[in-house]
Structure formats: structure tokens, C-alpha cells
């Protein structure tokens, strides 16, 4: 099963906000929502950001948040800083395999 | 502190087996599911395996079902992956993750701990 369709890159200026998307299928994204997002700084344990959509793990900052919109969710991030630049991931539960990631997007702070 | 440290990882030919390990700590692990989630050189995150609380439950990607065994021992807090008939296509960082759910059953579930990783490297 291919990967959920993310951007290869997204830029942004501190202070700004931009926005990542995750786009899926019937059987994932546009059916449940069991969504997730990922930050990595290469080199360091990916952590878990936003899950089932929208929701906020402890000590993640409300300048991330999450929302889906049929086939495609989405990552926002306002009041964009340089410690953002990270690479985010998506994933999906999904009937076919469980378990789907998206293919990472990476995240340039100018 | 909570904590996962992967190990076992390092050199290997196709077709031979490897175990990988992972250690955990600072929470009550026989209350959540565990997986393993893997990244290819220059690659996206690619889900492995899921185990349930109580191993009752294990779920594969179709990439290694098969070949790769998952399991865990309770008592030692510990994680395995057993990895058989080992191909060019498996070699990755290999990081071991906690289930956000408690009692998943190891299927989907948001990753809410990580560990840094184990490299395995396949060549001949």
C-alpha cells in the first residue's frame, strides 16, 4: 500500500504559519479518525505532536494543531519558530495494513 | 524518566537472522502495546510490527510477515524483533515505540515514545 501523500517541503518565516497536508484514501484518512502527527529532527526519537486528528498530547505546544477535512488532514503550525524545522510525518489507521505513514514532509524555517 | 533504548543492531548478510532488543522504563509497560517502526536511508517512517499489552494481539506489515517475529517478556520490561531471512530492503534505523492507548492491542495507535533507534545494515 502506497504512503499517504504529503509535500517533500514546506517553508515558512518565523512568526508565520503554515500548514502540511496528508492526504489519503477510503480506507484510511477520509474513512477514520485516527490520524497523527509526527516531528523529527534527524538524529533524535520522532515525537508524537497531534493524535486521533486534532488532539494535543501533554507538553505539546497549542501552536500545533491538527483538523481533517474528507480525504485530507492537516498540520498547522502558527507563530512559526526556528525550532520548528524539524521533518513531520502523518499517519493513518488503515484497513489494509493498519498502520500507514506518510512520506515526510520537510519543514524549512527562513 | 520514560525511556526506551533499542540494541542488537549492527552488520548482517542477506538471509541470515538478527534480534533486535528494547529496553523500557518509567512506565508501566505491560499496560500498553509496543511496536516497531523502521527508516531506510533517505526514507520515510515505515511501520513494522505491533504487539498487544499481553501479546495476545500481533500484527505485521505485509513487508515482513513472515520473516520477522515480534514478542515481549513482561517481567523484563523488554521488546524483541526477531528478524529472519534478512533482504537488502531491511536495512534501517530501527526504533521501537510505545502505544498511546492504554491496553492497545497492537494494531493502529499513535506513537507516543520513541526510543533513538538501532541501525541494521545489510551486506554482503
Known amino acids: 500500500q502506497s504512503a499517504l501523500a504529503q509535500p517533500a517541503s514546506v517553508s515558512g518565516s518565523p512568526g508565520q504559519s503554515i500548514t502540511i497536508s496528508c492526504t489519503g484514501t477510503s480506507t484510511d484518512v477520509t474513512t477514520y479518525n485516527y490520524v497523527s502527527w509526527y516531528q523529527h529532527h534527524p538524529g533524535k526519537a520522532p515525537k508524537l505532536m497531534i493524535y486521533?486528528?486534532?488532539k494535543r498530547p501533554s507538553g505539546i505546544s497549542d501552536r500545533f494543531s491538527g483538523s481533517k477535512s474528507g480525504n485530507t488532514a492537516s498540520l498547522t503550525i502558527s507563530g512559526l519558530q526556528a525550532e520548528d524545522e524539524a521533518d513531520y510525518y502523518c499517519s493513518s489507521y488503515t484497513t489494509r495494513t493498519h498502520v500507514l505513514f506518510g512520506g515526510g514532509t520537510k519543514l524549512t524555517v527562513l | 524518566e520514560v525511556q526506551l533504548v533499542e540494541s542488537g543492531g549492527g552488520l548482517i548478510q542477506p538471509g541470515r537472522s538478527l534480534r533486535l532488543s528494547c529496553a523500557a522504563s518509567?512506565?508501566?509497560?505491560?499496560?500498553?502495546?509496543m511496536h516497531w517502526v523502521r527508516q531506510a536511508p533517505g526514507k520515510g517512517l515505515e511501520w513494522v510490527s505491533g504487539?498487544?499489552?499481553?501479546?495476545?494481539?500481533?500484527v505485521y506489515a505485509d513487508s515482513v510477515k513472515g520473516r520477522f517475529t515480534i514478542s515481549r517478556d513482561n517481567a523484563r520490561n523488554s521488546l524483541y524483533l526477531q528478524m529472519n531471512s534478512i533482504r537488502a530492503e531491511d536495512m534501517a534505523l530501527y526504533y521501537c515505540?510505545?502505544?498511546?492507548?492504554?491496553?492497545?492491542?497492537?494494531?493502529?495507535?499513535?506513537?507516543?515514545?520513541w526510543g533513538q533507534g538501532t541501525m541494521v545494515t545489510v551486506s554482503s
Open positions: 515505540a510505545k502505544g498511546h492507548t492504554y491496553g492497545g492491542n497492537g494494531g493502529y495507535d499513535a506513537f507516543d515514545i
Open positions: 518509567g512506565f508501566t509497560f505491560d499496560d500498553y502495546a
Open positions: 504487539i498487544s499489552w499481553s501479546s495476545g494481539s500481533i
Open positions: 486521533d486528528v486534532s
